[in-house]
T-cell receptor, first 112, second 114 residues
């Protein structure tokens, strides 16, 4: 079946550091890909998405590019802030599907 | 502003008790979902519903049942709670069209079974 694998955390960074969280997927066909973020004490919220190969999703300074050749969707941010401390989930959904497949989540802690 | 609410943020129950977790959404969404979230395992789908009185098993339905009598409300039921059901439970909802990926989540219920 479909699966999503992302790097385990926690990832601890200093403010203004560069952040990368790796995500790879296995799926039949061409899924859409997403990053969700969960801030402390809250539910998940959609951060960005990409629906076809070579699409780049971006939001709040975060970016991720859909790479079909490497089946990857790595999340990056050039300069993190303390407020970016959260758990980040990579997810996929099949075309015309309605069920998301989530990765294990990566906790990010940004220190001032 | 869109909203998904869950009946409790924290819940402590004893082994063997029947437990009800309630979820309400105010967005007129067709799809509703129940997940459990465990460290290192991410979110795993327990059940989802695509319409009133309609339900479909997710990846880990054993030990759970659901009820959807009204469009805005989706209940998760633990018939006889066990300690391995201690977890964070998240409810979500979405539209049924091609934006089904944009799921809106509630804040979660942290359930402890002793």
């Amino acid at each position: 079946g479909d699966s999503v694998t992302q790097m385990e955390g926690p990832v601890t960074l200093s403010e203004e550091a560069f952040l990368t969280i790796n995500c790879t997927y296995t799926a039949t066909g061409y899924p859409s890909l997403f990053w969700y973020v969960q801030y402390p004490g809250e539910g998940l919220q959609l951060l960005l998405k990409a629906t076809k190969a070579d699409d780049k999703g971006s939001n709040k300074g975060f970016e991720a590019t859909y790479r079909k050749e490497t089946t990857s969707f790595h999340l990056e941010k050039g300069s993190v802030q303390v407020s970016d401390s959260a758990v980040y989930f990579c997810a996929s959904i099949k075309a015309a599907g309605n069920k998301l497949t989530f990765g294990g989540g990566t906790r990010v802690l940004v220190k001032p | 502003d869109v909203k998904v609410t869950q009946s409790s943020r924290y819940l402590v129950k004893r082994t063997g008790e029947k437990v009800f977790l309630e979820c309400v959404q105010d967005m007129d969404h067709e799809n509703m979902f129940w997940y459990r979230q465990d460290p290192g395992l991410g979110l795993r789908l327990i059940y989802f519903s695509y319409d009133v009185k309609m339900k479909e098993k997710g990846d880990i339905p054993e030990g759970y049942s659901v009820s959807r009598e009204k469009k805005e409300r989706f209940s998760l039921i633990l018939e006889s709670a066990s300690t391995n059901q201690t977890s964070m439970y998240l409810c979500a909802s979405s539209l049924v069209d091609n934006r089904a990926y944009e799921q809106y989540f509630g804040p979660g219920t942290r359930l402890t079974v002793t």
